[in-house]
T-cell receptor, first 115, second 117 residues
Framework: DTAVSQTPKYLVTQMGNDKSIKCEQNLGHDTMYWYKQDSKKFLKIMFSYNNKELIINETVPNRFSPKSPDKAHLNLHINSLELGDSAVYFC??????????????FGPGTRLTVL | AQKVTQAQTEISVVEKEDVTLDCVYETRDTTYYLFWYKQPPSGELVFLIRRNSFDEQNEISGRYSWNFQKSTSSFNFTITASQVVDSAVYFCALIENRGSTLGRLYFGRGTQLTVWP
C-alpha cells in the first residue's frame, strides 16, 4: 500500500561506479520529482517530470540522468559516482492535472554513500 | 537569495510546552503556496499543511496551528502542549507561480525540534 516507494533504501558504493535508484508511485499522479538532501538536511530539487516529459532540470552534473518509462516511475541513474554525491535522495509525486501547487508526497528516501 | 528562511536552526523544549517555529518567505508573485513538512528521525518527509497566498485565515489541526501573515511574509507553525513524538526536523517550503519553476518546492533549511520528557 506504499504510495511512493524507492529502492534501494541504502546504497553503498565505490567512487567511479554507476548506480541507479528506482521510484514508483501508485497514487495516479502525473508529476514526479527527485530531490537531494545533503548532510546538513538541506533539500533541493533536481528534476521534475510531468507525463514522462522533463519539466525541471536543475543545475546538476550531467552524470545524473533521470528516466521516466511511464507516469508511475521515475528512476535516477548516476554515472561515475563522486564522494560529493553522498546524500539522501528523495522521490516525490504530486496529484494530477489541476494544480502544480498541490502537495508533493515523498518516498522514504535512498541514502547513498560513496566511499 | 534564500526564498524561505527558517532562522531557528534548533529548538529544545520540555514536554507540554508550546513552541513556535518561524518561517519567512520571499517572492514577487501574488499567487503562491506555502507548505510545512515534518521529517522525524526515521527520515521520511511527512506533509503537514498547504496554504495558498489568498487565504490568510489561520488554521488549527489538533495541537498544530499555523499563522500566515502576508504583511510580514511569514508562515509560522505552533505546536501546543508539545510531546516527545513531535521531535523532528520541520521544513517550511514555497511554490511560486512562475512558468520556469512550476511545481518546484523551495525548502527552508529546517528547524530541528527536540522535545524532552
Amino acid at each position: 500500500d506504499t504510495a511512493v516507494s524507492q529502492t534501494p533504501k541504502y546504497l553503498v558504493t565505490q567512487m567511479g561506479n554507476d548506480k541507479s535508484i528506482k521510484c514508483e508511485q501508485n497514487l495516479g499522479h502525473d508529476t514526479m520529482y527527485w530531490y537531494k538532501q545533503d548532510s546538513k538536511k538541506f533539500l533541493k530539487i533536481m528534476f521534475s517530470y510531468n507525463n514522462k516529459e522533463l519539466i525541471i532540470n536543475e543545475t546538476v552534473p550531467n552524470r545524473f540522468s533521470p528516466k521516466s518509462p511511464d507516469k508511475a516511475h521515475l528512476n535516477l541513474h548516476i554515472n561515475s559516482l563522486e564522494l560529493g554525491d553522498s546524500a539522501v535522495y528523495f522521490c516525490a509525486s504530486s496529484s494530477p492535472g489541476t494544480s502544480v501547487y498541490n502537495e508533493q508526497f515523498f518516498g522514504p528516501g535512498t541514502r547513498l554513500t560513496v566511499l | 537569495a534564500q526564498k524561505v528562511t527558517q532562522a531557528q536552526t534548533e529548538i529544545s523544549v520540555v514536554e507540554k510546552e508550546d513552541v513556535t517555529l518561524d518561517c519567512v518567505y520571499e517572492t514577487r508573485d501574488t499567487t503562491y503556496y506555502l507548505f510545512w513538512y515534518k521529517q522525524p528521525p526515521s527520515g521520511e518527509l511527512v506533509f503537514l499543511i498547504r496554504r495558498n497566498s489568498f487565504d490568510e485565515q489561520n488554521e488549527i489541526s489538533g495541537r498544530y496551528s499555523w499563522n500566515f501573515q502576508k504583511s510580514t511574509s511569514s508562515f509560522n507553525f505552533t505546536i501546543t502542549a508539545s510531546q516527545v513524538v513531535d521531535s523532528a526536523v520541520y521544513f517550511c517550503a514555497l511554490i511560486e507561480n512562475r512558468g520556469s519553476t512550476l511545481g518546484r518546492l523551495y525548502f527552508g533549511r529546517g528547524t530541528q525540534l527536540t522535545v524532552w520528557p
